[in-house]
């Protein structure tokens, strides 16, 4: 049991470093764990759970304060960045916090009902999930008002089609491909942008705002609802469940979406691992980890999933409760100018370690496209195209 | 839902997950040695290591028998569970003779009422040596 509570305080701090660290992936450093074969097994899982787990709640602080995003948190930082300007950055990291801990609360009471629903949504869900995702894209341009449809329609597919490019390489593995495309989609061309506008931050409000219990239920829910939906599939993950609760929150509550988001980004991590029980195939970078090192998991690993998340969950909430007012105030401190062309120059400088040449390229012409949005006036969601379009292709030619 | 609200919930998910990492962990007890195990430790998970001295497949099942010099205990995975090892890529089938594993598993009482224990492996790391 000591032993257990050890490894799993030492993969929160794991955890807390690559959420902090854009670039550094959770899969990376999971992959580096199983090589320390002189471990129990059991204490290896509980490491790469912990750190899985930590690390969705602590990555919205590089997403909404330096704009630094990840697949999965890509769309916070749009209404995280807008909150930010107005002197509530705060509150942005809060909701999604919020969503995080309420969601895993909600998957606990519901745990058996989910254990049964997840290799139902598997096996019936994944033969329409293109269907799903040509709605949600349809509905996604029709909303632009006017001629932006029309450039809506072109960012969508000029996106899809650098999507498709990157995705299928030899050169690096998509899983490594999503730090270059997304920080080029949301994070260089918002900082550009930041940076031409000598954008500021405001004074932050440091206090923590109330919630009503029914938007912090109907926010987390809706994100269970998506993760659940699209956390158990292959190729579908968090960010593509951030587009579908995109559509099912109200248009112009930022509050709901980022709660949304943050239980999507933790209940994809928690269900991509509890596929491994229920469906028996790892849903994540993470879980392959894991699947190495056990031959088959068992009730007792499922409650070890199931104990170190919520621990995991309880402690990282606790802890980001207590640094986010600090951050605030060294935010509020220092040049924002200065301070985003450094974290530009160290997602670039990241983009050159951990995916090379190749990666750059994909980072240019992201960054490119990324701008584009902005520059014709249509929602920078739009850019999600860039998983949507290989996502459709792949489960349509899996259907035909 | 206020900032204290948030961290009360926070704090009872720490304290559950805690609740059940020591339930999990009294799963996860160390080795049992087979001659110390008895027919009051049916229903019971234990962890047992051995020399596999037979094995066999019938229907998908796998029935083995562990042998740790001096006491032999019998042990089978059903073909449910080597259904789930096979899909994670690692197949129960793959066991042979001569192998030493050590496994987790629920003691039981098979056929019923005869007195006679087994080990049957619902999940968990098989440690081997060949």
């Known amino acids: 049991m000591i032993e257990l509570l050890l490894f799993t305080v030492l993969g929160i701090c794991l955890g807390i470093i690559t959420g902090l660290i854009p670039g550094l992936h959770v899969n990376t450093i999971a992959v580096v764990l199983v090589g320390l074969s002189f471990l129990e097994p059991y204490y290896i899982i509980t490491l790469i759970i912990s750190m899985a787990i930590t690390h969705t709640i602590f990555d919205y602080i590089p997403s909404i304060f330096f704009g630094a995003p990840e697949p999965s948190t890509a769309l916070s930082i749009l209404p995280g960045h807008r909150m930010l300007l107005a002197g509530r950055g705060i509150h942005a990291l809060y909701f999604t916090v919020v969503g995080g801990v309420v969601s895993i609360f909600i998957t606990l009471l519901l745990f058996p009902l989910v254990l049964f629903i997840i290799p139902f949504l598997y096996q019936n869900i994944q033969f329409y999930i293109h269907w799903i995702l040509i709605s949600i894209a349809i509905f996604m341009i029709m909303i632009e008002p006017g001629r932006k449809k029309l450039y809506g329609a072109f960012i969508f597919g000029i996106s899809g089609i650098l999507g498709m490019i990157s995705l299928n390489n030899f050169i690096l593995p998509s899983h490594m491909i999503f730090f270059p495309m997304f920080t080029g989609l949301f994070g260089i061309s918002t900082m550009i942008i930041s940076i031409n506008n000598k954008t500021q931050i405001p004074k932050q409000v440091t206090w923590l705002p109330k919630i009503r219990t029914r938007l912090a239920i109907v926010g987390s829910v809706k994100g269970l609802f998506s993760g659940m939906l699209l956390g158990v599939l292959p190729g579908v993950g968090a960010a593509q469940a951030t587009v579908l609760t995109q559509q099912i929150t109200r248009k112009n509550d930022p509050k709901e979406f980022l709660i949304s988001i943050g239980a999507i980004n933790t209940i994809v991590a928690l269900f991509s691992l509890v596929s491994l029980y229920t469906i028996y195939r790892p849903r994540s970078g993470a879980a392959v980890a894991i699947n190495t090192v056990i031959q088959s998991f068992g009730i007792t690993e499922l409650f070890i999933l199931l104990g170190v998340a919520l621990f995991s969950t309880g402690v990282s909430t606790l802890l980001i409760l207590k640094v986010a007012k600090h951050i605030i105030l060294v935010l509020q401190r220092i040049n924002y100018t200065k301070m985003t062309l450094c974290v530009l120059i160290f997602l670039i400088f990241m983009t050159a370690i951990f995916t090379g040449l190749y990666g750059l390229l994909v980072l240019g012409v992201s960054t490119s496209i990324g701008l584009l949005a902005p520059l014709f006036g249509v929602k920078r969601s739009l850019s999600m195209g860039s998983l949507m379009l290989p996502l459709i292709i792949f489960y349509m030619t899996l259907t035909f | ?130």
Request: hydrophobic letters at 40%; proline letters at 2%.
């Open chain 2, 1 to 130: 839902m206020d900032e204290l609200r948030i961290k009360q919930i926070a704090l009872l998910c720490a304290i559950i997950g805690l609740v059940i990492l020591a339930y999990a962990s009294f799963f996860m007890s160390g080795v049992v040695e087979i001659s110390d195990i008895t027919i009051e430790d049916v229903g019971r998970r234990m962890k047992v290591c051995g020399e596999i001295s037979f094995i066999r497949e019938n229907n998908g099942h796998v029935f083995f028998v562990l042998n740790d010099g001096e006491n032999e205990l019998n042990g089978v995975i059903f073909n449910t569970t080597a259904l789930k090892m096979n899909e994670s890529g690692s197949s129960p089938y793959n066991l042979n003779i001569g192998d030493f594993i050590c496994l987790p598993g629920k003691i039981d009482e098979y056929p019923k009422n005869s007195g006679e224990i087994e080990i049957i492996y619902e999940g968990g790391v098989i440690e081997r040596t060949i």
